[in-house]
Each structure stands twice: as structure tokens, then as C-alpha cells.
């Protein structure tokens, strides 16, 4: 690793970070749709500038369970948030396209989810230290 990956890697978690703010000033006003793609995108954007830190070329991608698929490569551990990241997907997809609002969030949905973000946050970023 580079020190073009790793400020690159830490422009990724800035945004991230951006995002999962954005999402619990939305949770505060009980926009649930609004949080929940926000959640989406912070996860999105640590996968991503942790895949960036360990060499991969960058995609567009917006499906968690895809981004999982690539850091699972690196570190199996990952595999342990694939069906909460592949329930997150969702949210992002809720909040673009009416066709798939079919059902309702709660607020629990989007409490886990946010739960799950901090948990991603927190595994990819002790990679600056390994």
C-alpha cells in the first residue's frame, strides 16, 4: 500500500463519515427512507475505500453484497455482515425508485442498519493501523 491508496482510502471514509452523519440528523427527524439510503452510501464508501487501500481497481457498484464478495477476498471476516448488507441494498434502492417501495421501513430496520454501518466503519478503518 501507497500513500496514493491510503489518501485515497481516507478520502472514501471522509465522505463515509459525511453520510452516516447525514443519516442520524435524518433519524432525529424521523426520515426513515432518507436515513436508511444514507446509511447505504456510508457503507458503500467504506467498502469501497477499503477495497482501494488493499489494491483494487475501483467499480461502480452499489450493491453491498457485491462489495462484501471483494473484501471477503481480502478478509473472510466480512462475510459476517453479507445478509444485513444485502437487507441495506434496499434502502438505497427505496429511496431512487418507487417500485421498490413495497414495504414500509421501521425505525428498528434503520436503527440495525445503522448499528451495522458503525460496526463496517470501525473494522475498515483499524486497517490504518494494521
Same mark, same amino acid.
Given at each position: 500500500?501507497?500513500?496514493?491508496?491510503?489518501?485515497?482510502?481516507?478520502?472514501?471514509?471522509?465522505?463515509?463519515?459525511?453520510?452516516?452523519?447525514?443519516?442520524?440528523?435524518?433519524?432525529?427527524?424521523?426520515?426513515?427512507?432518507?436515513?436508511?439510503?444514507?446509511?447505504?452510501?456510508?457503507?458503500?464508501?467504506?467498502?469501497?475505500?477499503?477495497?482501494?487501500?488493499?489494491?483494487?481497481?475501483?467499480?461502480?457498484?452499489?450493491?453491498?453484497?457485491?462489495?462484501?464478495?471483494?473484501?471477503?477476498?481480502?478478509?473472510?471476516?466480512?462475510?459476517?455482515?453479507?445478509?444485513?448488507?444485502?437487507?441495506?441494498?434496499?434502502?438505497?434502492?427505496?429511496?431512487?425508485?418507487?417500485?421498490?417501495?413495497?414495504?414500509?421501513?421501521?425505525?428498528?430496520?434503520?436503527?440495525? =442498519?445503522?448499528?451495522? =454501518?458503525?460496526?463496517?466503519?470501525?473494522?475498515?478503518?483499524?486497517?490504518?493501523?494494521?
Amino acid at each position: 500500500m501507497g500513500a496514493k491508496e491510503y489518501n485515497e482510502m481516507e478520502v472514501w471514509f471522509g465522505i463515509a463519515d459525511d453520510d452516516l452523519l447525514r443519516a442520524s440528523r435524518l433519524m432525529g427527524f424521523d426520515d426513515l427512507v432518507g436515513a436508511g439510503m444514507h446509511i447505504q452510501q456510508a457503507i458503500e464508501k467504506y467498502l469501497k475505500g477499503y477495497l482501494v487501500f488493499k489494491g483494487w481497481k475501483l467499480k461502480r457498484i452499489h450493491n453491498l453484497g457485491e462489495l462484501l464478495d471483494y473484501a471477503v477476498d481480502y478478509d473472510s471476516s466480512f462475510q459476517e455482515f453479507f445478509d444485513g448488507c444485502i437487507r441495506i441494498t434496499d434502502f438505497y434502492l427505496r429511496g431512487r425508485y418507487p417500485e421498490f417501495i413495497s414495504e414500509l421501513l421501521v425505525v428498528k430496520d434503520i436503527e440495525d =442498519a445503522y448499528t451495522l =454501518a458503525e460496526k463496517i466503519r470501525d473494522k475498515v478503518k483499524q486497517e490504518r493501523s494494521i
